[in-house]
């Protein structure tokens, strides 16, 4: 254990000047003070290049940060590390001066002192915090070993003393499912560096790698700082960390230098004290910011903007009134949906806007249920934390889930059952089930919806993605929904299912009036759809924006600038 | 420990300096963070913890003083205890039996066929076929650990449900205990055998009551203090956590088949010996469930939210006891039935009321 005093240094040092640029590849790869060092990494699955010749290297002791937007490329270029992805060939990888075999072997990098901790922290919430931390070493147990006993007295000693060396204050018989978030993240990581540790006491090395994938999603403010404290405990004690986030904020706090992907190549880097928030943040969009500019701004002025043709402003009214709602990740939302109306909700994982909907709805298997807050449907008032999905049907909301094959639809049903399931009363009559008018009209909604093939008797699980959730749509539709609420509702689905959802959806706001909260992390899609986007941020709203300045620039911006503050 | 770890001893200055604190408030200084707050929780949490953990006990020993005081002289005997703790030995094995493949949340329903195939077998081989007791014995025993291994290749092997598949199992497994006893009872199996096992006792308990403490100890020695256990729990608790650390998962859980089928078949010797003649009516889901219900019961002792070997035999002789003193006091036979059902019911449901994933988290995977 090295005692150096005082600092746990993330790389204020003078020292660390010499390789600034990521981007440079002019260094040998036995250049001193490198731990690890990628060049030429690219990566295609099928047609789309995830990848494109990413190069970058990480020096001795410091933070390292790799900003990019959702689907920059980031989680590919982790799973190439961690040996799940094979990158393409001519890839090099090296670490601590030595050239690892491309593709790495699942296993090998652990093996030369690489350490993961992704975002679902890879604990067991069933046992307890001593068995966490042993898990590596018990899973290796072999043969007669097996059998020797544990000694649990000193372990759990043992286990006092490591966590205590992390700043960690935590009883090694807590089962996980009992501690706070943060100290699960703070657990994941001092096991990691714990292993690292080891690694290098038992090999003699110096050189040792963290890489955090996403750690700072679910964590505030104030957690943020126990968790920077440990990141700093863990380079004062050798290792270097890469730290991959969207969390401008964060990697400013925390890296030394950084890199930025965009699209899958790399898009600038540099010290991070020499690069100021803007300069990060064109990086990360684009410097061509007005490129995005709404497609759709036409549509959308015809229900609110100042070409509204007065018939529709009579008829604009409040829908849908939602007071102080919270639950979940969300903290204190407030929001308005007339009639017509789309109104997008943009943050990043954890922000609040994953929850939203479902706390709308009566609280779903995952999100959690509302706490607080009052939900005012065309004018009736309901506690939020009272309110059930069967009320909320009655008062007017329809939900479609992100997760269509779990929440959304039954996958064994026909489609006509799908479509009519909310509705089932209306073909039941004198005791009997009138499955054929039944039939009759689910053919009319597959022509409606465009639902192929047209078959209502046919399995829902024989459809295509988009044409599943194009029948998830219909169904709400029955409905006949004042407002409809919809989390991601074209994830997963392909390009011309995508096009006729926004449509229908479209469509139904136009000639009745419906109103529509759209949650999505497609920041274009909701730019096209949107009238207003709330951007959330630790479950708040944090930003309004609303008539021409929706454009997908704007929601990118907001949400970088405002990631999970308290 | 002293040193630079320490959250005291942090130097303000580590945080980046000059930082825009209106982004948050205080943010990303070390200063004015409060304490963290585990401290003074812990100890009312530890004791909470202990007292979950041997509440099942004290239930026990209550129940055990109304029944003294109630019938004096009567529950309180050598002999009424012997009854207790002789006649529950099968029906512990059995527990321990179904406890391994449940703490990989497997689930082997067959379990109480192999223990009446195992003493069938037995029976058979003595009485009909005259052959010496030792080998009948371990020939029942091979017998039972081979079906567990047809279970084992179905479920682990072809991805089969275990539920399903063992269901099965059960249905095949009566059904051959009727083909080979020819639907008639078979006895009565060689009596010295019976002595040794059934009718001599240590201490005025019978010696079979000692068979299922040993293998209670062995199995609570596996389970709980060996990184074997320590495998076999992550193998239920996350199967994914379990693979990408490199358990050997279908290993495990064979292991863990094999295991129970070696024990279910240990009890149908010990079955064999108790009854002297092997009836094929019963057995199978009659033996089984009570035996199941004991571990679901013994998941909440001990070491609460786990199945555990202790916890099993608590729950056994906890029933047990409560069986007899009910039918010391001239209760009819359903009661007993009532009495466990009950039992079960209360001890699964109320640690999932004290609060939110507490308790066992039986999803079979």
């Not at chain 1, 909907?357 to 607080?372: E, K, Q, S, V, W």
């Not at chain 1, 951007?535 to 704007?554: M, P, Q, Y």
Request: hydrophobic letters at 45%; proline letters at 5%.
């Amino acid at each position: 254990m090295v005692t150096r005093s005082g600092t746990g240094d993330a790389g204020n040092g003078p020292e660390r000047g010499a390789a600034a640029d990521p981007d440079s590849a002019a260094a040998g790869p036995r250049g001193g003070s490198r731990v690890l060092e990628v060049r030429n990494i690219s990566k295609t699955f099928g047609a789309t290049r995830a990848l494109r010749h990413v190069e970058f290297s990480i020096d001795a002791g410091e933070v390292f940060a790799v900003l990019g937007q959702n689907g920059s490329g980031k989680s590919t270029l982790v799973k190439i590390l961690a040996g799940f992805h094979q990158p393409d060939p001519g890839a090099e990888i090296y670490f601590d001066g030595e050239p690892l075999p491309v593709p790495l072997p699942p296993g090998m990098a652990r093996e030369r002192g690489l350490e993961f901790v992704y975002q679902d922290l890879g604990l067991v919430p069933g046992m307890t915090v001593l068995e966490n931390l042993t898990i590596g070493g018990r899973s290796a147990s072999r043969g007669g070993a097996n059998l020797r006993p544990i000694a649990w007295r000193r372990e759990r000693r043992e286990a006092r003393r490591v966590l205590e060396r992390y700043g960690l204050d935590l009883d090694p018989s807590t089962r996980v499912f009992e501690l706070p978030l943060i100290d699960r993240a703070l657990l994941a990581i001092a096991r990691a560096a714990e292993e690292l540790q080891g690694f290098r006491a038992r090999t003699g090395r110096e050189r040792s790698l963290l890489v955090l994938d996403e750690p700072t999603v679910f964590l505030s403010g104030t957690e943020l700082t126990f968790l920077f404290e440990l990141i700093r405990i863990v380079t004062a004690n050798g290792a270097s960390v890469m730290f991959i986030s969207h969390d401008l904020e964060a990697v400013r706090a925390i890296a030394t230098r950084f890199v930025v992907l965009r699209d899958g190549a790399v898009a600038g880097g540099g010290r991070v004290a020499d690069t100021t928030e803007d300069e990060m943040i064109d990086m990360i969009v684009g410097s061509a910011r007005e490129r995005f500019e709404r497609s759709a701004a036409h549509t959308i002025e015809t229900v609110t903007g100042s070409g509204v043709p007065p018939a529709r402003r009579v008829r604009e009214s409040e829908l849908l009134a939602v007071e102080g709602l919270a639950g979940g990740t969300v903290k204190d939302l407030s929001l308005r949906v007339h009639e017509g109306e789309i109104i997008g909700l943009a943050g990043v994982t954890g922000s609040g806007t994953e929850d939203a909907p479902y706390l709308l709805f009566g609280g779903a298997a995952d999100g959690g249920i509302a706490t607080g807050g009052t939900i005012r449907i065309a004018g009736r008032e309901y506690g939020a934390a009272s309110l059930n999905s069967a009320e909320a049907i009655r008062a007017g909301l329809a939900l479609v889930p992100a997760n269509r094959p779990r929440d959304g639809a039954v996958a064994s049903l026909s489609v006509a059952d799908n479509i009519f399931m909310l509705v089932y009363g209306n073909y039941f009559s004198h005791g009997v089930m009138a499955r054929r008018t039944m039939m009759t009209d689910a053919r009319d909604r597959t022509d409606l919806y465009d639902i192929r093939p047209p078959e209502p008797a046919m399995p829902l699980a024989q459809l295509s993605g988009g044409n599943q959730q194009k029948t998830v749509l219909a169904k709400w539709m029955e409905s006949r929904p004042r407002v409809l609420l919809l989390h991601e509702p074209t994830q997963g689905v392909d390009v011309g299912a995508r096009t006729e959802i926004r449509a229908l959806v479209k469509e139904a706001c136009l000639d009745r009036g419906m109103g529509v909260v759209w949650v999505g992390t497609d920041f274009a899609e909701l730019a096209e759809m949107c009238d207003h986007v709330l951007v959330l941020a630790n479950g708040r709203v944090v930003k309004h924006i609303s008539g021409d300045e929706v454009t997908k620039s704007a929601i990118d911006e907001a949400v970088l600038r405002t990631t999970n503050r308290d | 420990m002293t040193g630079p770890w320490r959250r005291q001893a942090q130097p303000p200055d580590l945080a980046e300096p000059a930082r825009d604190t209106s982004a948050g408030p205080g943010m990303l200084t070390l200063e004015g963070i409060a304490p963290r707050r585990h401290q003074e929780s812990r100890r009312g949490v530890q004791v909470g913890r202990r007292i979950e953990a041997w509440a099942l006990v004290v239930m026990w020993i209550l129940l055990v003083i109304a029944f003294t005081l109630d019938e004096p002289g009567l529950f309180m005997t050598i002999g009424n205890w012997a009854n207790i703790l002789g006649s529950q030995a099968v029906l512990l094995m059995l527990a321990l039996a179904s406890l391994i493949p449940l703490v990989m949340r497997d689930f082997d329903l067959s379990l109480g066929a192999i223990t009446t195939l195992s003493a069938m077998t037995l029976a058979i081989l003595n009485v009909e076929d005259h052959m010496n007791i030792v080998e009948a014995c371990l020939i029942a025993v091979v017998v039972s650990v081979c079906v567990s291994a047809v279970n084992a290749l179905l479920t682990v092997r072809f991805g089969g449900d275990p539920f399903v598949i063992t269901l099965g199992m059960l249905t095949v497994l009566t059904g051959i205990i009727y083909l080979i006893s020819g639907s008639a009872t078979v006895g009565v199996v060689s009596p010295a055998f019976s002595r040794v096992i059934f009718i001599d006792t240590f201490a005025g308990i019978p010696i079979e009551f000692y068979i299922g403490l040993l293998v209670m100890v062995v199995v609570w020695y596996i389970l709980a203090m060996t990184p074997a256990g320590q495998q076999a729990v992550i193998v239920g608790e996350s199967r994914e956590v379990a693979k990408l650390s490199g358990v050997r998962v279908a290993r495990a859980r064979t292991i863990g088949y094999l295991a129970a089928g070696l024990i279910a078949g240990l009890g149908g010797v010990v079955y064999a010996a108790t009854t002297g003649s092997v009836d094929p009516t019963t057995g199978g889901t009659a033996l089984l469930l009570p035996a199941v219900a004991a571990v679901f019961l013994g998941s909440t002792c001990i070491t609460p939210g786990r199945f555990n070997a202790p916890g099993s035999a608590i729950a056994v002789y906890f029933l047990a006891s409560g069986a007899a003193g009910l039918e010391n006091l001239g209760a009819e036979d359903y009661v007993q039935q009532l009495f466990y059902g009950a039992a079960l019911i209360v001890a699964v449901i109320l640690p999932k009321m004290l609060g939110p994933g507490r308790g066992v988290n039986f999803t079979l995977l």
